[in-house]
């Protein structure tokens, strides 16, 4: 078989998997009962049209709509039908169809598969924080202070001065998934708190689905937060939106929501990042707000050890705080945490000891500081 025609059957065979075939032989295929379809959009973008987001007010004229195109195809789940009337080339996928493999009569029901339920990425959070327990940051918990009042206040939540979009952010550990969360737990409203990363779908329109079902639940909640954690890893510079394609859907419908000031009353939107300076900027220009998480100063560090070595199943003696502190100069809230306090416990499990003394943490503490520096060193 020459290597050209080896690609040629290649090709078909590929094909055949996911775009269905008109049957030439009737009877071998069973009749469709059902079919249900999810819109996904067009297979080629020009320049920065976004595929629209289809729906139906009228799910039987859609049903005849969809019969008359496509009767007589055979399908399978996973298939691709295009659309070859009203929006040429636009792409629908079979995500069901019963029986497996069977052709679309003008008996079979075809719907459109509208995700009523919030997906995976919407979870609310009931953990019990309070404000009191970050460490500094008194800027940031001043305006959560603000915010709860307008969120609990309804007058004031209509008004047009309510709080609409803020921004945290500052380097990686100080505290701003942190602060959202004591938001959520003290002001008992709604929180809607997903990682911008979930964000990202499978098939062309699932992100812009994803955020406009998100501000749907928020909307029918509201007052309520949606806080989009590291929101840096979708709303890139422009410049940067070219490595993924689906990112600028997101960005768009992500700026859609944050300007519908009058259809999301009672919804504030607060994101979260570490690198504000790689953000488009067109969802930077939407926060009225940025706030700075910053690392702690010596007396918030001090505070932070002395704070989870009080909650240490071990006890600490003896210990000289303002010794280590002098050490830890850029040290974050989680560093403090975790490489201190967390490696002082392990390393008194791992010895059996009944307490951790100064010398243990110089220990631990030393040895963090020779890891931090290989991997600077790496870096
Ligand atoms: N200011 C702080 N006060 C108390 N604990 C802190 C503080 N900052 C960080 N931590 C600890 O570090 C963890 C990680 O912080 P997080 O809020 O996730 O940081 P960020 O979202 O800024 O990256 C927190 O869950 C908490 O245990
Ligand atoms: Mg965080």
Redo the contacts with the bound molecule.
């Keep these: 078989m020459s290597l050209n025609h080896r690609r040629r059957s290649i090709q078909l065979e590929t094909q055949s998997k996911i775009l269905p075939k008109r049957d030439p032989s009737p009877k071998k295929a069973p009749k469709a009962n059902s079919l249900v379809l999810l819109p996904v959009g067009y297979p080629l973008r020009a320049g920065e049209e976004v595929a629209p987001f289809l729906t139906t007010d009228d799910p039987t004229l859609f049903q005849h709509y969809a019969r008359s195109q496509w009767i007589g195809l055979i399908v399978k789940k996973g298939d691709f039908l295009f659309d070859s009337l009203l929006f040429p080339d636009y792409a629908f996928r079979a995500i069901s169809i019963k029986p497996e493999g069977s052709q679309i009569s003008k008996n079979t029901e075809i719907s459109l598969f509208t995700e009523q339920q919030p997906e995976p990425p919407i979870t609310q959070s009931l953990e019990e924080i309070n404000f009191s327990?970050?460490?500094?940051?008194q800027n940031a918990k001043e305006k959560c202070q603000i915010i709860a009042r307008f969120l609990n206040n309804p007058e004031l939540l209509q008004s047009s001065w309510a709080p609409r979009n803020i921004l945290f952010w500052?380097p990686?550990?100080?505290?701003?998934?942190?602060t959202a969360r004591a938001l959520s737990f003290e002001t008992e409203n709604t929180m809607f708190l997903v990682k911008a990363s979930d964000l990202f779908g499978i098939y062309v329109g699932d992100g812009a689905r994803k955020i406009r079902n998100l501000y749907a639940e928020a909307r029918k909640e509201a007052p309520a937060i949606v806080f989009i954690d590291e929101l840096d890893s979708i709303a890139l510079k422009r410049k940067f939106q070219s490595i993924r394609g689906d990112v600028i859907e997101l960005v768009s419908a992500l700026l859609g929501e944050m300007d519908g000031i009058e259809k999301n009353h009672g919804v504030v939107t607060i994101g979260?990042t570490?690198q504000p300076n790689i953000l488009d900027s067109a969802i930077l220009s939407r926060f009225e707000e940025l706030i700075e998480?910053k690392l702690?100063n010596e007396k918030e560090r001090k505070i932070?050890l002395q704070k989870y070595a009080n909650s240490s199943p071990i006890k600490f003696k003896d210990i000289q705080w303002d010794s280590i502190v002098e050490k830890t100069q850029n040290w974050?809230?989680?560093d403090l945490?975790e490489k201190i306090i967390k490696n002082a416990i392990h390393y008194a499990v791992l010895r059996e000891k009944s307490q951790i003394l100064q010398s243990d943490l110089i220990h631990v503490m030393q040895k963090a500081v020779i890891l931090t520096e290989k991997l600077h060193h790496y870096s």
């Design positions: 327990d970050v460490v500094g940051q500052g990686p550990g100080n505290g701003k998934t942190m979260s570490n998480f702690p932070i974050s809230g989680r945490k």
